[in-house]
């Protein structure tokens, strides 16, 4: 029973580990990810924990640019220093590396949204945009033909915002 109790709240740590690393809003998909590809949780062990540390207010569901994000509350960031012993140094170090290694795509996650729907006209609504500290650098929407059209915009934005995003700012200049 004590073992299981302790990596209960080892894993639990973990999470609040991350989400203060990361420094910014998460998203549930985001966070499952990083735990998945690391092997540190199952998915079910995962979203109950997201959800109990939700529902005793360490981690908040926040909307930030039109989606359900994650992030520490103050109280677990407290929580988290008063325990951060608890979380082996080697899943510390696995995680470290892994956000070294991972934290610009992580962010272009979370700053970069390419999205489509249809209209009444049968014509695609494509919406672009890229934040940076929470203010909109960018937010643009094109009508397009096709849903091939609408999705190569978005793969296209999502694969190279910041390109794409100098060549409209110095063709809008010129």
């Known amino acids: 029973m004590q073992n299981s109790s302790t990596e209960l709240a080892e894993s639990k740590l973990l999470l609040l580990y991350i989400a203060k690393k990361i420094n910014m809003p998460i998203s549930n998909i985001s966070l499952t990810e990083l735990i998945l ?64 290694k991972n934290i610009d795509n992580i962010k272009k996650q979370i700053t970069v949204n390419a999205d489509y729907t249809i209209d009444e006209n049968n014509f695609f609504i494509v919406e672009l945009s890229a934040y940076e500290n929470g203010s909109a650098l960018i937010d643009l929407k094109l009508s397009v033909g096709s849903k091939s059209q609408a999705s190569d915009l978005c793969k296209r934005w999502k694969n190279n915002s910041s390109e794409l995003y100098v060549k409209i700012i110095n063709t809008l200049i010129e």
């Open 37 to 100: 590809s690391n092997n540190l949780l199952n998915y079910f062990a995962l979203q109950q924990y997201i959800f109990e540390l939700v529902s005793s207010d360490l981690l908040k569901n926040i909307e930030h640019n039109g989606k359900h994000m994650l992030e520490i509350s103050d109280q677990g960031v407290n929580v988290l220093s008063m325990f951060s012993n608890r979380i082996s140094q080697e899943k510390k170090d696995l995680l470290d590396d892994y956000l070294s």
